[in-house]
């Protein structure tokens, strides 16, 4: 294994008005290209590097390494604001949350990662989880992994593996340098096409056990956000996506709500009561999701940051949070697109980016309905019948 990677590290712009104006650049060069990153199937590099001036990409770094960690509301509304203009590409930005996994591994595994400079982009293949070879010093790694979102512009990647009794039985997540892997060119879906989620292969790949770490294990640093739920704040940062993809569906409803007639020379749409009866369900629900969300985020940041207990219940409600967001910011993309009539089945309107991409998040194994009732089972003290929950 090799680190760190070729790839040169970018830095974050400094903090104040240089890296505000670094993200409004980001937002505006996204509006001109997020086609083009939909057309290929993944956000690339340069864009990456982008993002990583807007401290995107140092957002998780422990500040022990330099990082600038932001409050996990300050960052999914970041998240949130990317996705209202391309979700997929939001996806791709949440992943600079992932570094909080990596406050798992030994302190001076963590300073090897970090020697380049804060600002680095990780990503992950974890599934399935493959058995590797216990060797002196680590492990021999084979296999393909699935899902490796922002892959292309990764500094660092994550792999999975098999736990043993080393590990009680926990997953392992081995982290790896892009360029010991392949990348297989397989992301063919219908929706979050930008985000590249493409899989990764090794063979006979040796990973020293220092770059080991069991997947929302507890970590060598302490600081308020490394004492966040981890496996809470990986949903989350998923959830939040969709609530920027109904934001952008309801901003673009909105506007051709208020034009003054409509393709077939009646009334404007938005004159029509099914029109305004449906901004104005969609808008209030948005909005209750948004609030529940961000309530229930500020409320564990607050322990979090002053070393109070955090519950499995407070886990549970982080959940329940990030499930809901997901589910209704799609049921709201999908009232923009009745509203949009006829003419929104067409590939190219605006509204399809967001149906498509809208849509998958929902999908995701930790946000699935199933996640609906783990939650309400320990709500009721109840255990919660599905893994890694909460």
Not at 331 to 348: H, K, P
Request: proline content about 6%; some cysteine; hydrophobic content about 40%.
């Amino acid at each position: 294994m090799t680190m760190p990677t070729t790839r040169e590290r970018v830095s974050a712009a400094p903090p104040g008005a240089s890296r505000d104006a670094a993200f409004a650049e980001a937002l505006d060069v996204l509006r001109d290209r997020r086609d083009e990153f939909n057309s290929q199937h993944y956000v690339p590099a340069d864009f990456i590097d982008l993002l990583k001036r807007t401290g995107m990409y140092r957002a998780s770094t422990p500040a022990i390494f330099g990082g600038e960690p932001m409050s996990p509301t300050e960052f999914m509304s970041r998240v949130e604001r990317i996705s209202a203009i391309d979700p997929a590409t939001g996806w791709v930005a949440s992943f600079g949350s992932a570094l909080v996994y990596l406050a798992a591994l030994p302190i001076d595994s963590q300073r090897e990662i970090y020697a380049q400079g804060p600002d680095v982009a990780y990503a992950g293949g974890l599934f399935p989880m493959q058995e590797a070879r216990r060797v002196p010093g680590g492990y021999v790694c084979s296999g393909v992994w699935q899902f490796a979102s922002g892959c292309r512009g990764a500094d660092v990647l994550g792999i999975g593996l098999l736990g043993g009794p080393e590990t009680e039985g926990r997953p392992l997540t081995a982290v790896v340098s892009p360029d010991d892997v392949e990348i297989i060119d397989n992301w063919q879906v219908a929706g979050m096409k930008a985000t590249g989620s493409h899989s990764l292969r090794a063979h006979e790949l040796f990973v020293p056990e220092h770059m080991t770490f069991v997947r929302g294990g507890a970590p060598t640093v302490d600081e308020p956000l490394t004492r966040y739920p981890a496996l809470s704040y990986a949903a989350q940062v998923l959830a939040v996506v969709t609530l920027g993809a109904a934001r952008g569906a309801l901003d673009y409803a909105i506007e051709v709500g208020a034009e003054r007639t409509s393709i077939t020379g009646g009334s404007s749409k938005g004159n029509r009561p099914v029109y305004k009866l449906g901004i104005a369900r969609g808008e209030a629900e948005l909005r209750s999701a948004r609030a529940f969300f961000f309530d229930v985020t500020e409320e564990v940041w607050v322990k979090a940051q002053q070393r109070q207990v955090i519950t499995d219940e407070d886990r549970a409600m982080l959940r329940l949070a990030a499930t809901h967001a997901a589910h209704v910011g799609r049921s709201v993309v999908m009232q923009a697109f009745d509203l949009a009539g006829t003419g929104a089945i067409y590939e190219t309107h605006p509204l399809q980016r967001y149906l498509q991409d809208a849509l998958v998040p929902a999908q995701h194994a930790m946000l699935q309905s199933s996640t609906y009732e783990a939650a309400g089972s320990m709500l009721l003290g109840l255990a919660p019948g599905i893994p890694s929950f909460p």
